[in-house]
């Protein structure tokens, strides 16, 4: 059964750094494009990035563009979002997904992270 777990959520400063990573179980990770989203307190899921099977596509959302990095390693199953210049707006429950086309095949349970002075 497929599964995703993320993990690196917490507290941050503005203008600071967090890394999230995300541990996939139960199905051919390296066959999957992985994205990243988040949910804000009463807003809906935003996409956030989209990185390809084999690392070297990957694209990101205007908002995060420049800041936030997602990187993946298919040896240990393992997709990674590099998080800098954090800001208030940033603050959401953040989720990794494994992709097909554009449908999500699965979803992890998220990972909170605030951004707070």
């Known amino acids: 059964q497929a599964h995703l777990v993320e993990s690196g959520g917490g507290l941050a400063q503005p203008g600071g750094s967090l890394r999230l990573s995300c541990a996939a179980s139960g199905f051919t990770f390296s066959r999957y494009a992985m994205g990243w989203f988040r949910q804000a307190p009463g807003k809906g899921l935003e996409w956030l990035s989209t990185?390809?099977?084999?690392?070297?596509?990957?694209y990101y959302a205007n908002s995060v563009k420049g800041r936030f990095a997602s990187s993946r390693d298919n040896a240990k199953n393992m997709l990674y979002l590099e998080m800098n210049g954090l800001k208030p707006d940033d603050t959401a429950l953040y989720y990794c997904?494994?992709?097909?086309?554009?449908?999500?095949?699965?979803r992890g349970q998220g990972t909170q992270v605030t951004v707070s002075s």
């Open positions: 997904a494994a992709l097909e086309g554009l449908s999500t095949v699965t």
């Open positions: 990185i390809y099977q084999d690392g070297t596509d990957v």
